[in-house]
């Protein structure tokens, strides 16, 4: 049973295009997050939600958007796709508050040409 | 801002030895975790240790945290080959307690 999915897995996709990356939890958490790492490694948060409702938006481009339909779902649209987005896409989840442990999904692997 | 940085960047081993792994940290926090990437793949969380407990085990794994030197380090005993992977350590930051990740050290275990 896979407690964070994330689809696609691999997106290529060339520059200007729209995207959509999806994440669903089946743990029962009330907090999800996406998290970008790029080439060296480092992770960095970019958004969080809390039963559905925005608590952690970090600097990052309006053609980043966060979708949550549900609590056991964030999807990340992204629009007008740049070079600079190509990177890997974590998407987690945590039980209570953001500062506790989180699980993660396999990650999407964008590249964008 | 950075919040971990871990220490060293990147460690090379035999199987049977024991890794060490290092963290370092900025300002007061909750609790410090520990986080394992393989190749590849998401992040698993290891282990958490909280601003009042000096030490904690899980298996082959120990951690302790320093709060007065803002330290912590990761001790993974009797290392397998199935251990190479980037470790991460990160820590609650802000008023939103958002997880900060340092930037990770690779170990590599040669059978």
């Known amino acids: 049973d896979t407690a964070v999915s994330q689809t696609p897995k691999y997106l290529v996709t060339q520059m200007g295009n729209d995207k959509s990356i999806k994440c669903e939890q089946n743990?029962?958490?009330?907090?999800m997050y996406w998290y970008k790492q790029d080439s060296k490694k480092f992770l960095k948060i970019m958004f969080s939600?809390?039963?559905?409702?925005?608590?952690i938006n970090e600097t990052v481009p309006n053609r980043f958007s966060p979708k949550s339909p549900d609590k056991a779902h964030l999807n990340l649209h992204i629009n007008s796709l740049e070079l600079g987005d190509s990177a890997v896409y974590f998407c987690?989840?945590?039980?209570?508050?953001?500062?506790?442990?989180?699980?993660f999904g396999p990650g999407t692997r964008l590249l964008v040409l | 801002s950075q919040q971990g940085e871990e220490d060293p960047q990147a460690l090379s081993i035999q199987e049977g030895e024991n890794a060490t792994m290092n963290c370092s940290y900025k300002?007061?926090?909750?609790?410090l975790q520990w986080y394992r990437q393989n190749s590849g793949r998401g992040l698993v969380h290891l282990i958490l240790?909280?601003?009042?407990?000096r030490e904690k085990h899980s298996g082959r794994l120990r951690v302790t945290l320093d709060t007065s030197k803002k330290s912590s380090s990761l001790l993974i005993t009797a290392s397998r080959a199935a251990d190479t992977a980037s470790y991460f350590c990160?820590?609650?930051?802000?008023?939103?307690?958002?997880?900060?990740f340092g930037k990770g050290t690779k170990l590599t275990v040669n059978p």
């Open positions: 987690a989840s945590s039980q209570d508050e953001p500062g506790e442990t989180q699980y």
């Open positions: 743990l029962g958490h009330d907090t």
């Open positions: 939600y809390n039963n559905k409702e925005l608590i």
């Open positions: 300002t007061s926090i909750n609790n």
């Open positions: 240790i909280r601003s009042n407990e």
């Open positions: 990160a820590t609650p930051q802000g008023g939103s307690e958002k997880l900060v």
